[in-house]
């Protein structure tokens, strides 16, 4: 079957850094994407990635492994508005998204 | 702007009823999709439409239909509602099939009793 695997929850403090791990298995692989979920909204996007390596846009980064499976969300000079789920999809070889159940990221003061 | 649009935002139903959630995309986007989301699970995806007059099966599509009669519409049917489809529904969009990042809408909080 396929699976996302992301930690439940996670907490860290304003201003620090926080990653957040997706590994996956799945048929196929046509790109992971990030998104970000704030509670009672829809998700937003956040990065894309679909050749091993970083991508970085501002403050957010997303890493990708195709080889392990594995993707990381990093999150720098971490705000209180940071605090939100945040989403981890792949594209399977049918085009379509599977997902995982989300990290849910507490921001303490 | 231009975005999703769903309706109604929240909604209470009795169960044996039949409902529809509304869609609507202003960016002329071919493929459209409805997921429902529950605590703990992720984004499980109901039915979906590549382009205008198709659509397509997903993951959990017992239950509900749905109907693509033009780009702009994507309307989802439960028609008879039961209380385990109890669950906040989000629409999405996407340029095509295989292109590009999903766009959702706001969502819709249903609630059947």
């Known amino acids: 079957g396929q699976n996302i695997d992301q930690p439940t929850e996670m907490t860290a403090t304003e201003g620090a850094i926080v990653q957040i791990n997706c590994t996956y298995q799945t048929s196929g692989f046509n790109g992971l994407f990030w998104y970000q979920q704030h509670a009672g909204e829809a998700p937003t996007f956040l990065s894309y990635?679909?050749l091993d390596g970083l991508e970085e846009k501002g403050r957010f980064s997303s890493f990708l492994s195709r080889s392990k499976g594995y993707s990381y969300l990093l999150l720098k000079e971490l705000q209180m508005k940071d605090s939100a789920s945040y989403l981890c999809a792949v594209r399977d070889s049918n085009y379509q998204l599977i997902w995982g159940a989300g990290t849910k990221l507490i921001i303490k003061p | 702007i231009a975005g999703i649009t769903q309706a109604p935002t929240s909604q209470i139903l009795a169960a044996g009823r039949r409902m529809t959630l509304r869609c609507t995309q202003d960016?002329?986007?071919?493929?459209m999709y409805w997921y429902r989301q529950d605590l703990g699970l992720g984004l499980r995806l109901i039915h979906y439409s590549n382009t205008a007059g198709t659509t397509g099966k997903g993951e959990v599509p017992d239950g509900y239909s749905v109907s693509r009669a033009n780009t702009d519409d994507f309307p989802l049917t439960l028609a008879s509602a039961v209380p385990s489809q109890t669950s906040v529904y989000f629409c999405?969009?996407?340029?095509?099939?295989?292109?590009?990042?999903?766009?959702f809408g706001e969502g819709s909080r249903l609630t059947v009793l």
């Open positions: 960016m002329r986007h071919n493929a």
């Open positions: 990635n679909v």
């Open positions: 999405a969009s996407s340029p095509g099939a295989s292109t590009g990042e999903l766009f």
